[in-house]
């Protein structure tokens, strides 16, 4: 399957505790983001990055939320000190180099947080 | 206002019946639509990209209206299949991160 795999795809968690995501996009992309979808929502976007570098933050990825991507392939997204307010499944999307293609985005199938 | 919006539904229709949902959007300055389609507890599937001279994929018929700043999708000869959520997205800016709208949710009745 060449398609955007995430890891792990469901996670509890106790509040307070940290919580660390992964994503690695389609092999090509170099284009990465992470959203974020809550029950009867669209997906919000939640940061950015073009190869390596975190180039766009939302302002709803708080001094909790840090993402990475170190070499320009697979990325974390990591919350510290988890609120019951960030249960929400995470979504984690790649998109091509060619702009041609008018920069679409391609889903991984995500993780759902829940917060006791 | 949200800067996308939809229409949340539920739309049910019978099968072969033709549907269509629009949304529409506030930024002006907004460089590129789709519509997905998102199943239940899954992820949004990308279903078309929306281009100004409109475009069309077997059943599915996406058109875009700049001047009036909204999107549309026509479904034909809905199939049980197609019941999912839909959802708009428009995106703008140099990292052309995606802003959606709620959803309409279809069910297509036997």
């Known amino acids: 399957d060449t398609g955007v795999s995430q890891d792990p795809r469901h996670k509890i968690t106790k509040r307070g505790q940290n919580v660390t995501f992964r994503c690695d996009p389609i092999s090509e992309h170099n284009r990465l983001y992470w959203y974020r979808q809550t029950l009867g929502q669209g997906p919000e976007f939640l940061t950015y990055f073009q190869n390596e570098a975190q180039l766009e933050k939302s302002r709803l990825l708080s001094d909790r939320f840090s993402a990475e991507r170190p070499k320009g392939s697979f990325s974390t997204l990591e919350i510290q000190r988890t609120e019951q307010g960030d249960s929400a499944m995470y979504l984690c999307?790649?998109?091509?180099?060619?702009?041609?293609?008018?920069?679409?985005?391609?889903f991984g199938p995500g993780t759902r947080l829940t917060v006791t | 206002r949200k800067e996308v919006e939809q229409d949340p539904g539920p739309f049910n229709v019978p099968e072969g019946a033709t549907v269509a949902f629009n949304c529409t959007y506030s930024n002006s300055a907004s460089q590129s639509f789709f519509w997905y389609r998102q199943d239940c507890r899954k992820e949004p599937k990308l279903l078309m990209s929306v281009y100004s001279s409109g475009n069309e994929d077997g059943r599915f018929t996406a058109q875009l209206n700049r001047a009036s700043q909204y999107i549309s999708l026509l479904i034909r000869d809905s199939k049980l299949s197609d019941s999912a959520t839909y959802l708009c997205?428009?995106?703008?800016?140099?990292?052309?991160?995606?802003?959606f709208g709620s959803g309409t949710q279809l069910t297509v009745l036997p």
């Open positions: 997205a428009v995106s703008a800016g140099s990292a052309r991160q995606l802003t």
């Open positions: 999307a790649s998109s091509p180099r060619d702009s041609g293609r008018a920069y679409e985005q391609y």
